[in-house]
């Protein structure tokens, strides 16, 4: 008869538990998984199932329940880590949305608003077109198993534990928010530049002929050459997001102790 005693199922549930708690984290804030296009339900089974397959392969804290004190505040870490990985990436496309928006503004098409499915709320079309465009990029890119291997590779590199992320991890995530601000510019700097160039025309224009109605003429050449604009700079979307991609993982391995 097999006999399995309190500490020995403690700890089969500990090494199981605390990777579905960090992986699962994750999954709730990185962009694609946590789409509100994705159930919750299957983030879970996917979280769940990975949990199952890495914990054989990953060192376990000695000695520690899941229920003590020790146990609830390796809980929390595994929230922290889980939760910061996810956003690091999250706010890589966020840069994106943001850089479309301005652009949008440039065009006159801020009030054309559409359901954005990753966030699940309304934005700015142009802005949703350009997250669509980088997940197809990030998807073909095998982003999504990038992200896995970091998740798993990371408990080897930050093993599971009571010390987590730590001052200097925590401070690296909200140093990677300026990211945020000089993503969008990248993306939106060429479009709002050439944008800027047409305004100053029709300017010039209103001047040398005050009779010339700029809002009939003006709006749907602006739309135009915006267009344009779009067309002429999606080669330089992909590079500039592989460019960032490849610096977003870079800090992900960072943090995951690699």
């Known amino acids: 008869m097999i006999t399995v005693t309190a500490h020995q199922l403690n700890a089969a549930i500990g090494s ?5 708690v960090r992986i699962g984290s994750c999954f709730m804030v990185a962009p694609v998984f946590g789409s509100m296009s994705v159930p919750v339900q299957l ?3 996917l979280a769940g199932a990975i ?3 890495v ?3 990953i060192p376990q804290p000695i000695g520690v329940t899941p229920l003590s004190a020790a146990g609830v505040l390796i809980t929390v870490q595994q929230v922290i880590i889980g939760v910061a990985l996810g956003f690091c990436l999250r706010i890589l496309f966020t840069a994106v949305s943001l850089g479309g928006q301005l652009i949008a503004n440039s065009m006159g098409l801020s009030m054309a608003f559409n359901v954005d499915p990753l966030e699940g709320e309304s934005t700015p079309a142009l802005g949703q077109l350009y997250t669509v465009l980088v997940t197809l990029i990030f998807l073909l890119l095998n982003g999504d198993l990038a992200l896995l291997r ?3 590779d990371g408990f080897r590199t930050l093993p599971i534990g009571v010390s987590g992320l730590g001052g200097q991890g925590l401070w690296t995530v909200v140093s990677w928010g300026s990211a945020l601000f000089s993503g969008a510019l990248a993306v939106a700097l060429p479009g709002v530049t050439a944008l800027l160039v047409t305004n100053l025309a029709f300017g010039v224009m209103s001047r040398a002929a005050p009779a010339m109605n700029l809002f009939a003429v003006g709006l749907p050449i602006t739309l135009v050459f915006g267009l344009l604009v ?3 700079g999606l080669p330089a979307l992909e590079s500039g997001f592989t460019r960032l991609l ?6 992900l391995r960072h943090l995951s102790g690699a």
Not at 16 to 20: D, H, R, T
Not at 246 to 251: A, D, I, P, S
């Open 246 to 251: 490849g610096e977003t993982f870079l800090l």
């Open 55 to 57: 914990a054989p392969l």
């Open 43 to 45: 983030r879970i089974v």
């Open 16 to 20: 199981v538990f605390w990777p579905f």
């Open 150 to 152: 970091i998740l798993v």
């Open 230 to 232: 779009i067309i002429a």
């Open 51 to 53: 949990a199952l397959l």
